[in-house]
């Protein structure tokens, strides 16, 4: 499976769009347990968060002449917020 269209055309949008879900779900699970009262769990729930986050972030910057990466971000933070609330 060596095929690099494939993988720069599908995979890592795909990987990039999930990215930005997980961090968005992480978001609200952190902000939920400190209103239930949960504190001890936040930090470890941001670590993880943030590690997401620049991840994703790092793709987006290392490829910044490719217009397409700018455009998977916004649809994965929006998912993430209606499927959350």
């Not at 987006?60 to 002449?65: A, E, F, K, L």
């Not at 649809?75 to 993430?80: D, F, I, M, T």
């Amino acid at each position: 499976m060596n095929n690099p269209e494939l993988c720069t055309g599908v995979i890592l949008p795909i990987h990039r769009f999930l990215a930005r879900i997980c961090d968005v779900s992480m978001e609200r699970i952190r902000v939920i347990s400190i209103a239930k009262g949960i504190a001890y769990l936040t930090p470890v729930i941001a670590f993880f968060e943030i590690v997401i986050w620049l991840l994703a972030i790092k793709v987006v910057m290392r490829d910044r002449s490719n217009k397409q990466t700018f455009l998977e971000l916004p649809p994965g933070l929006q998912w993430a917020r209606i499927s959350g609330s």
